[in-house]
């Protein structure tokens, strides 16, 4: 690894970020199904099925969260300090909505529970719905960029008090937010419809899917017509960033294999959701899973390559982050890289644990037998 050139070195780790953030926005479906606790959880039992079946998979997502913060620190340090230290509002308020799901399957059953089971579920609901929206707004300032200016000393000055929370005010970041809301509840019921054997309840999730489903398209397409017509923030050899038009859809042609994945992820999930939705198959998340995780990846990758600033601000263009300016150095990056190898080792375990854990359907009887039930 240590001979390949920095320039080579900062590609491969943007692409791993990428790559944690596809696979993030896919574990998402977690979120997706808390969000259906009051939908699909028609009764009591119903939704002690849904909590069990979902509780099995939550902690995934969450250490999926910080092995994308943690490859942001290591490989592009600037940007974890520029981003997480000075919009700091916003990544509290995510991190809370994490804190109440962990506190939640942990109390909701627990006897002599002060607060009621009901608490502990809208806690769910909350980190599957308000998280989510925040994660995809924070997103979103990929493209639209940030009000922040970097000093001499690569200091990050918030030019608001409201340090992140300000994008709520920009309409077009809600975009890409409602529509990751929609596709986890979408990656929610195919999940469901795989893990739970009943009848009646996977007959709700393919209604819930279809609706979901009709839902979460045109906030995704509006999205998409967003980011593919806006300027985009670009920089030249000098490393002086300026706007250019079109830029985001100019890098999925000059960047051949983004524009592949972006297609090939879409028709994959559209895939998944036909398979779930209209046929008697059960297997729709696994289409589903690895069409999300290639489109989001191609999406990532436009933000940062091809001489694109990954992380804007619109105050001041020489502050944006590239992966150039934000990078750590040439040997921190090379050593590193011998660690990410065993990403496929982990991507392993992660399958060989799930379908050990999903060999066994969650059922009725399991659920009134089971006294250490979530």
């Not at 790559?19 to 606790?37: A, C, E, R």
């Not at 989510?132 to 200016?149: K, P, Q, R, Y």
Request: aromatic fraction near 16%; glycine fraction near 8%; charged fraction near 10%.
């Amino acid at each position: 690894m240590h001979s390949l050139s920095l320039e080579n070195l900062q590609i491969y780790w943007w692409f791993i970020v990428s790559l944690l953030g596809g696979l993030l926005v896919f574990m998402m479906f977690v979120q997706g199904g808390q969000s259906l606790i009051f939908s699909l959880g028609k009764d009591e039992l119903k939704k002690d099925m849904l909590i069990n079946s979902i509780g099995r998979k939550w902690e995934l997502t969450f250490t999926t969260l910080v092995m994308f913060g943690g490859a942001c620190f290591a490989a592009f340090p600037l940007f974890y300090a520029t981003s997480f230290g000075g919009a700091y509002w916003v990544w509290l308020a995510i991190l809370f909505c994490f804190i109440i799901q962990a506190v939640s399957y942990e109390y909701r059953k627990k006897p002599d529970n002060f607060l009621g089971a009901r608490t502990y579920e809208i806690f769910l609901f909350i980190n599957g719905s308000l998280g989510v929206i925040l994660i995809g707004m924070a997103v979103s300032t990929f493209f639209s960029g940030s009000d922040f200016v970097l000093n001499e000393h690569n200091f990050v000055e918030w030019k608001t008090p409201f340090r992140g929370l300000e994008a709520l005010a920009n309409p077009y970041l809600y975009l890409l937010g409602i529509a990751m809301f929609f596709l986890s509840r979408v990656g929610g019921c195919l999940y469901l419809i795989n893990n739970i054997a009943d009848g009646e309840f996977i007959q709700n999730a393919r209604k819930q899917l279809i609706i979901n489903t009709v839902l979460f398209l045109p906030f995704f397409l509006g999205f998409l017509a967003w980011i593919l017509t806006k300027d985009g923030f670009a920089y030249d050899a000098n490393g002086v960033v300026s706007l250019v038009a079109y830029k985001y859809a100019i890098n999925l042609i000059e960047m051949p294999v983004a524009g592949v994945l972006l297609l090939v992820g879409v028709l994959l999930v559209l895939v998944g959701i036909f398979q779930g939705a209209f046929t008697k198959s059960i297997r729709g998340i696994f289409a589903y899973g690895v069409g999300v995780t290639l489109a989001v990846t191609a999406l990532f990758l436009i933000t940062g390559l091809n001489g694109t600033a990954f992380y804007p601000s619109f105050s001041d263009l020489s502050s944006s982050l590239t992966i150039k300016n934000a990078s750590s150095s040439h040997y921190t990056l090379g050593v590193m890289a011998y660690v990410s190898l065993l990403v496929p080792v982990v991507l392993a375990y992660i399958f060989i644990v799930w379908r050990a854990i999903d060999s066994k359907k969650i059922t009725q009887d399991e659920i009134k037998n089971d006294h250490h039930a979530y």
